[in-house]
């Protein structure tokens, strides 16, 4: 490496300075030098000898060569110079580097330190010569990987978290969230526990999955043992998002083999089966106000609360508090935190407005109530008619489910003929929907529905957003018993549904900011699952049943929305010997986008599926 110095053009006046300063220099410029070999120089020598001795000397290096040979042949000519015009080829854009890359322009002294930059001493130095010093990677470890990556492993083994603080429906209810009541339940809990020994990193990760929703039952007895543990471990109390209580409605009776002895041991089983299997209503069951009282304690970070109130011939209701005067009403613990409510088996929690209420009351942030009943019962109907009329301005989704037996029937029953002589169901549902953001209703409902909240809607401020309806059937009045039952070979059903939907599309024109509207029937017996008869809007767009009434109706009050799809039959069609209809559908297996309702006609008489 050839360095070169900067040298001085001052006048030097100190001897030391200047030996100093040569010295640096020629030990920084590692030139090769030969020995210097001192020649003796005569003193007696005179002036012209010197002379002549020194012109001699000049020849010689003045000299190209000292063996004349042959000149060679002459240089070639330079080239022009080029004009100034010319400009340079650019690099081709599959080139990686478009670009020509610019060189250090910065030119710095390798050796000396950073304080001696910018002074002309600096050495430089060509950064070519100095050799670059390669860092090996070094290896990462599970626990240094990005949080990111942590979570999404397990968010694939555990399933992906739905933030309880936004609505659990996510804008849609019913169409793309999961149920809540089996959200994110792990049947593998302690196995997939082993997981939190992996490091410490993944014990904070696995302990929020599984804590994150925690089912307990509603005994004096577990109430005890929970409140200990969260004692024990208090670091865990964070992590529960979603609390279900069950309360039993029968234990087993068993014999007690020593007096005074009350633990509950498991019955006596024979190759015939359990010996005395008998039953007997619980007796160690918690009040809802001691179980109000340990979520408010125990999980300060719960957003979403489920009950369930079991099923049984006569069950038991649930007890709200302990035995007291009946004029006297106890409030329960409020809980704060609480977004979302989820009433399992509702009839054995709520019967009466007043259940309502105290549980409302201890719920100031409620904002979504889920209620479902086991059975389809006119006590239902009119418990939630009445308790409807005192829902809370605060809550914004309801999701209510009446009749969970998705089947069609004959005729309309019995048990809804006495809520039909008592009050016209529709209307109170019609009167709740009209102050809400998302309704969800499974049972029996018609076109009058839609007519009350329309009635009952201000276009200026009404804030509902989604409308899902699933039909038991349509409520009829003053029709024949054979003209009230449901399913896809019943005319009386397909023209009470059609009327159903042209009441949900004439609604639109005061209820501005819906977005979906999703009216389906479901028949879980139907010869052709594919025909249910459905309608829906969502997103611009339209699919489900259709009829020149429909179209026309859909065009006056919204004139942007368009059918997916029209399709005129629903296949090929055909009879058998027997004179039964015969299709051989044309979707087999796809989503239908069309149902011309005309086309139901031919259903009438049977069906008999290829």
Same mark, same amino acid.
């Given at each position: 490496?050839?360095?070169?110095?900067?040298?001085?053009?001052?006048?030097?006046?100190?001897?030391?300075?200047?030996?100093?300063?040569?010295?640096?220099?020629?030990?920084?410029?590692?030139?090769?030098?030969?020995?210097?070999?001192?020649?003796?120089?005569?003193?007696?020598?005179?002036?012209?000898?010197?002379?002549?001795?020194?012109?001699?000397?000049?020849?010689?290096?003045?000299?190209?060569?000292?063996?004349?040979?042959?000149?060679?042949?002459?240089?070639?000519?330079?080239?022009?110079?080029?004009?100034?015009?010319? =400009?340079?080829?650019?690099?081709?854009?599959?080139?990686?580097?478009?670009?020509?890359?610019?060189? $250090?322009?910065?030119?710095?002294?390798?050796?000396? $330190?950073?304080?001696?930059?910018?002074?002309?001493?600096?050495?430089?130095?060509?950064?070519?010569?100095?050799?670059?010093?390669?860092?090996?990677?070094?290896?990462?470890?599970?626990?240094?990987?990005?949080?990111?990556?942590?979570?999404?492993?397990?968010?694939?083994?555990?399933?992906?978290?739905?933030?309880?603080?936004? +609505?659990?429906?996510?804008?849609?209810?019913?169409?793309?969230?999961?149920?809540?009541?089996?959200?994110?339940?792990?049947?593998?809990?302690?196995?997939?526990?082993?997981?939190?020994?992996?490091?410490?990193?993944?014990?904070?990760?696995?302990? $929020?999955?599984?804590?994150?929703?925690?089912?307990?039952?509603?005994?004096?007895?577990?109430?005890?043992?929970?409140?200990?543990?969260?004692?024990?471990?208090?670091?865990?109390?964070?992590?529960?998002?979603?609390?279900?209580?069950?309360?039993?409605?029968?234990?087993?009776?068993?014999?007690?083999?020593?007096?005074?002895?009350?633990?509950?041991?498991?019955?006596?089983?024979? %190759?015939?089966? #359990?010996?005395?299997?008998?039953?007997?209503?619980?007796?160690?069951?918690?009040?809802?106000?001691?179980?109000?009282?340990?979520?408010?304690?125990?999980? %300060?970070?719960?957003?979403?609360?489920?009950?369930?109130?079991?099923?049984?011939?006569?069950?038991?209701?649930?007890?709200?508090?302990?035995?007291?005067?009946?004029? =006297?009403?106890?409030?329960?613990?409020?809980?704060?935190?609480?977004?979302?409510?989820?009433?399992?088996?509702?009839?054995?929690?709520?019967?009466?407005?007043?259940?309502?209420?105290?549980?409302?009351?201890?719920?100031?942030?409620?904002?979504?109530?889920?209620?479902?009943?086991?059975?389809?019962?006119?006590?239902?109907?009119?418990?939630?008619?009445?308790?409807?009329?005192?829902?809370?301005?605060?809550?914004?989704?309801?999701?209510?489910?009446?009749?969970?037996?998705?089947?069609?029937?004959?005729?309309?029953?019995?048990?809804?003929?006495?809520?039909?002589?008592?009050?016209?169901?529709?209307?109170?549902?019609?009167?709740?929907?009209?102050?809400?953001?998302?309704?969800?209703?499974?049972?029996?409902?018609?076109?009058?529905?839609?007519?009350?909240?329309?009635?009952?809607?201000?276009?200026?401020?009404?804030?509902?957003?989604?409308?899902?309806?699933?039909?038991?059937?349509?409520?009829?009045?003053?029709?024949?018993?054979?003209?009230?039952?449901?399913? #896809?070979?019943?005319?009386?059903?397909?023209?009470?549904?059609?009327?159903?939907?042209?009441?949900?599309?004439?609604?639109?024109?005061?209820?501005?900011?819906?977005?979906?509207?999703?009216?389906?029937? =479901?028949?879980?017996?139907?010869?052709?699952?594919?025909?249910?008869?459905?309608?829906?809007?969502?997103?611009?767009?339209?699919?489900?049943?259709?009829?020149?009434?429909?179209?026309?109706?859909?065009?006056?009050?919204?004139?942007?929305?368009?059918?997916?799809?029209? =399709?005129?039959?629903?296949?090929?069609?055909?009879?058998?010997?027997?004179?039964?209809?015969?299709?051989?559908?044309?979707? +087999?297996?796809?989503?239908?986008?069309?149902?011309?309702?005309?086309?139901?006609?031919?259903?009438?008489?049977?069906?008999? #599926?290829?």
């Amino acid at each position: 490496m050839i360095m070169v110095g900067v040298r001085e053009s001052a006048a030097f006046h100190d001897g030391d300075a200047i030996a100093n300063t040569f010295e640096a220099h020629s030990q920084s410029l590692y030139l090769p030098r030969e020995p210097y070999l001192q020649r003796e120089i005569s003193i007696d020598r005179d002036d012209d000898e010197d002379e002549g001795t020194a012109t001699v000397e000049l020849a010689a290096i003045m000299t190209t060569t000292s063996t004349p040979v042959t000149p060679g042949p002459a240089s070639p000519p330079l080239e022009p110079p080029k004009p100034t015009d010319f =400009v340079p080829p650019t690099r081709p854009s599959s080139t990686p580097f478009p670009n020509a890359q610019q060189g $250090q322009t910065d030119i710095r002294c390798l050796t000396c $330190q950073p304080d001696c930059f910018g002074s002309d001493d600096c050495m430089i130095a060509s950064p070519v010569s100095t050799p670059a010093v390669t860092e090996q990677n070094p290896i990462l470890t599970l626990a240094q990987l990005p949080a990111e990556i942590h979570e999404c492993i397990l968010d694939h083994i555990f399933g992906y978290r739905v933030s309880t603080t936004s +609505p659990s429906s996510l804008n849609i209810p019913s169409v793309n969230a999961r149920s809540w009541s089996t959200a994110l339940r792990h049947s593998r809990r302690k196995e997939l526990s082993n997981l939190a020994l992996v490091c410490s990193l993944w014990r904070d990760l696995i302990q $929020q999955r599984l804590y994150r929703h925690i089912k307990l039952k509603a005994t004096v007895h577990c109430s005890n043992d929970v409140m200990a543990f969260f004692v024990r471990h208090p670091h865990l109390r964070t992590y529960v998002k979603h609390i279900e209580i069950w309360f039993p409605v029968f234990q087993p009776k068993f014999h007690v083999t020593v007096p005074g002895d009350t633990s509950l041991a498991l019955p006596t089983v024979s %190759p015939e089966g #359990i010996a005395s299997a008998t039953y007997a209503l619980p007796t160690d069951n918690s009040t809802l106000e001691e179980v109000f009282y340990l979520v408010s304690m125990q999980f %300060p970070e719960a957003r979403v609360l489920t009950l369930e109130g079991g099923e049984r011939k006569k069950a038991p209701r649930v007890k709200f508090s302990f035995s007291g005067p009946t004029w =006297v009403t106890r409030d329960l613990p409020e809980i704060s935190s609480i977004r979302t409510l989820i009433v399992k088996g509702q009839w054995n929690i709520i019967r009466q407005p007043k259940d309502w209420e105290v549980i409302s009351r201890a719920l100031p942030n409620l904002e979504e109530w889920h209620g479902t009943y086991a059975k389809p019962k006119s006590k239902s109907y009119l418990s939630m008619a009445s308790t409807l009329e005192r829902l809370d301005p605060k809550i914004t989704s309801l999701n209510l489910c009446l009749e969970c037996d998705y089947r069609r029937e004959m005729t309309c029953p019995p048990y809804y003929l006495k809520v039909c002589e008592q009050l016209h169901w529709c209307e109170k549902l019609a009167k709740a929907a009209s102050s809400l953001e998302h309704l969800s209703y499974t049972g029996r409902v018609c076109h009058g529905f839609f007519d009350m909240l329309a009635k009952f809607s201000n276009p200026r401020t009404t804030r509902l957003k989604t409308i899902d309806l699933t039909v038991k059937n349509c409520c009829r009045q003053n029709a024949q018993w054979n003209e009230s039952g449901s399913g #896809i070979t019943d005319m009386h059903f397909i023209t009470a549904f059609e009327q159903l939907v042209l009441g949900g599309i004439r609604a639109l024109e005061r209820l501005k900011s819906v977005e979906l509207l999703r009216i389906r029937y =479901v028949d879980l017996d139907s010869p052709v699952p594919p025909l249910n008869p459905y309608f829906m809007i969502r997103d611009g767009w339209c699919s489900g049943v259709w009829s020149d009434e429909i179209v026309a109706e859909i065009n006056r009050v919204r004139p942007d929305i368009r059918f997916e799809e029209m =399709v005129d039959s629903f296949g090929e069609v055909g009879y058998n010997k027997e004179g039964r209809l015969v299709i051989n559908p044309d979707f +087999p297996k796809s989503r239908v986008l069309s149902l011309k309702l005309a086309n139901y006609a031919m259903l009438t008489g049977g069906i008999a #599926i290829m």
